[in-house]
């Protein structure tokens, strides 16, 4: 029989998928006797080189006895990241001569890099894992089965609402059919009670938000960075984090305060040229509209709430940096008009006041 691999970021998604296997293998038989589950402890763990032996033999003699009252026996082993490569070695070799009657499942889910060894010897399993984990998609696949529709606004306010965390959609959707029944078409003022807490965003919707200029947007945005965790943020991001993001970003567009580059092509190369040119259009435009005095105004800002996160102020980090982000929002907004001035334009300035927004900004860094 063939080995299996879960994996998925998602924990939720990642346990949806291992469920909806294990059903497939079981075809109905009683799990109680089929399934043996295990889980291998942290390599951090106390005792865990005793415990993760400990794990390996149980699975071994799991995998290689005949099931009882059922076609087959189903061997989990969850976090087989946390494997060694000695601890892996009598599974490898089991694997070599597998029993016919065993459903061998590995999930992930530890965290850090699989030994070569086993990852070799797994490249033959089954991959298994969620059709995909961006919200929108697992929202539209859960509505579907559940055989209700949304309108009006209602589908973006749930994936807007709750970021990155479509592990919460499944029981989201269940709720809602369960309330309002199959074949329900649900609006805004429908699903808006049931959204609990808001989920995490990816920290780049920030400075997203900051380049186009939406002050009430952005600052919703830091709040769920400082405050939410979720699968893929276990942490609350540090206000210095934050401020280290956004001077990274700033700093790209310095990079595009240059007379020489006007055209989408010669940004994107102008920044690497790898992937897409995308984001290199974006921040050309922001910069063309805030031109070299606006960024030395941002790199102004920048320098301050670095000091200010360092004890120049009174204010506290996490207010520190929402001052920030309202400025540099503000800013950018103003700027969005594209009537700033770049370097090198011919403006009348001299060369002195035509100097890079980099000039000051970076004897300050």
Do not use: W
């Not at 494997?83 to 490898?92: E, G």
């Not at 459903?103 to 490249?123: N, S």
């Not at 280290?244 to 989408?264: N, Q, Y």
């Not at 301050?304 to 102020?313: F, V």
């Amino acid at each position: 029989m063939p080995t299996y691999l879960v994996a998925g970021t998602d924990p939720i998604l990642r346990s949806r998928a291992l469920q909806e296997l294990v059903d497939e293998l079981l075809k109905g038989e009683d799990r109680s006797l089929a399934v043996e589950t295990l889980t291998l402890p942290g390599k951090a763990d106390d005792g865990s080189a005793e415990g993760r032996e400990g794990v390996v033999e149980a699975a071994l003699t799991a995998a290689q006895s005949p099931p009882f009252m059922t076609a087959c026996r189903i061997v989990i082993i969850r976090d087989y990241e946390h494997l060694t490569a000695d601890d892996a070695a009598p599974l490898i070799t089991y694997l070599s001569n597998p029993l016919d009657t065993t459903e061998l499942v590995f999930v992930a889910g530890g965290g850090g890099r699989v030994t070569k060894a086993l990852a070799d010897a797994l490249k033959s399993a089954r991959k298994v894992g969620p059709d995909s984990e961006k919200t929108l998609d697992v929202l539209e696949a859960a509505r579907r089965d559940a055989g209700i529709s949304f309108k009006g606004g209602a589908a973006k306010l749930v994936v807007d609402h709750l970021g990155e965390d479509a592990g919460r959609v499944g029981a989201l959707v269940d709720v809602l059919a369960a309330t309002f029944g199959a074949g329900a078409v649900l609006e805004v003022a429908d699903v808006e009670p049931y959204l609990g807490g808001a989920g995490s965003v990816p920290a780049y919707t920030l400075t997203n938000s900051i380049e186009g200029g939406d002050v009430p947007g952005a600052l919703e945005i830091l709040n769920r960075l400082l405050n939410v965790t979720s699968p893929r943020q276990p942490k609350p991001m540090h206000p210095l984090q934050i401020l280290g993001m956004i001077t990274a970003r700033f700093r790209k567009l310095l990079i595009l305060d240059d007379p020489k580059i006007s055209t989408e092509k010669q940004a994107h190369e102008a920044l690497g040229g790898k992937g897409s040119s995308y984001p290199a259009k974006k921040g050309l435009e922001v910069v063309q509209g805030l031109g070299s005095d606006g960024l030395r105004k941002a790199f102004d800002l920048l320098h301050q709430a670095d000091l200010d996160l360092k004890g120049a102020s009174a204010l506290g980090p996490e207010g520190t940096i929402e001052v920030l982000v309202a400025r540099l929002t503000g800013l950018c907004s103003r700027g969005r008009g594209g009537s700033g001035q770049r370097s090198g334009s011919s403006s009348g300035s001299s060369s002195g006041s035509g100097s890079r927004a980099g000039s000051r900004a970076g004897t300050r860094r």
